[in-house]
Antibody, heavy 120, light 107 residues
Framework: EVQLVESGGGLVKPGGSLRLSCAASGFTFSNAWMSWVRQAPGKGLEWVGRIKSKTDGGTTDYAAPVKGRFTISRDDSKNTLYLQMNSLKTEDTAVYYC???????????WGQGTLVTVSS | SYVLTQPPSVSVAPGKTARITCGGN??????VHWYQQKPGQAPVLVIY???DRPSGIPERFSGSNSGNTATLTISRVEAGDEADYYCQVWDSSSDPSFGGGTKLTVL
């Protein structure tokens, strides 16, 4: 059974940093492309970024609103995905979901999400 | 990025058929995926590549895609189907896009 468990969310001041983690199990993590998707309170879904598997280059892509501030990385030895968020803004306040991209185009499985609140 | 347009809300009586549309320029040439999100829960993939169902998703859920409109159809609607539904496209030439979401109300 695929499981994705996010952690690391919390309250942070504007301009601050936070690192989210996503522990994965139930599938071969090293072969999987992974994404982060966020949802602001009462709003819709917004893709944040993706990391490919190392065998496919391990490259990353980001949505325009977070490019240059957020970094996605992975540790295949720990089956863990990360999202490093720097220079946080109030508009980054959202629930952040870790997702799989087995077919590369859809978000197959989702974690339960972790809430990030950016406020002074 | 590619713009996807969904109606904000759809209402249907139990046992009837609900149709939720997703509009986009020539969307019929792209692959569309659908997600169900119940209050306080994470989204769940219910249809992928226009019309395929993941294991565990009831046959009552189906999808189609042609021209400028993709459609998620839910037959014999049940109270438990009440949720927000999102369509999504991921072109190879652009970032993935989500529709704004449709709230399905079961009357």
């Amino acid at each position: 059974e695929v499981q994705l468990v996010e952690s690391g969310g919390g309250l942070v001041k504007p301009g601050g940093s936070l690192r989210l983690s996503c522990a994965a199990s139930g599938f071969t993590f090293s072969n999987a492309w992974m994404s982060w998707v966020r949802q602001a309170p009462g709003k819709g879904l917004e893709w944040v970024g993706r990391i490919k598997s190392k065998t496919d280059g391990g490259t990353t892509d980001y949505a325009a609103p977070v490019k240059g501030r957020f970094t996605i990385s992975r540790d295949d030895s720990k089956n863990t995905l990360y999202l490093q968020m720097n220079s946080l803004k109030t508009e980054d306040t959202a629930v952040y979901y870790c997702t799989t991209n087995f077919g590369h185009k859809a978000f197959d499985y989702w974690g339960q999400g972790t809430l990030v609140t950016v406020s002074s | 990025s590619y713009v996807l347009t969904q109606p904000p809300s759809v209402s249907v009586a139990p046992g009837k058929t609900a149709r939720i549309t997703c509009g986009g320029n020539n969307i019929g040439s792209k692959s569309v995926h659908w997600y169900q999100q119940k209050p306080g829960q994470a989204p769940v993939l219910v249809i992928y590549y226009d019309s395929d169902r993941p294991s565990g998703i009831p046959e009552r859920f189906s999808g189609s895609n042609s021209g400028n409109t993709a459609t998620l159809t839910i037959s014999r609607v049940e109270a438990g189907d009440e949720a927000d539904y999102y369509c999504q496209v991921w072109d190879s030439s652009s970032d993935p896009s989500f529709g704004g979401g449709t709230k399905l109300t079961v009357l």
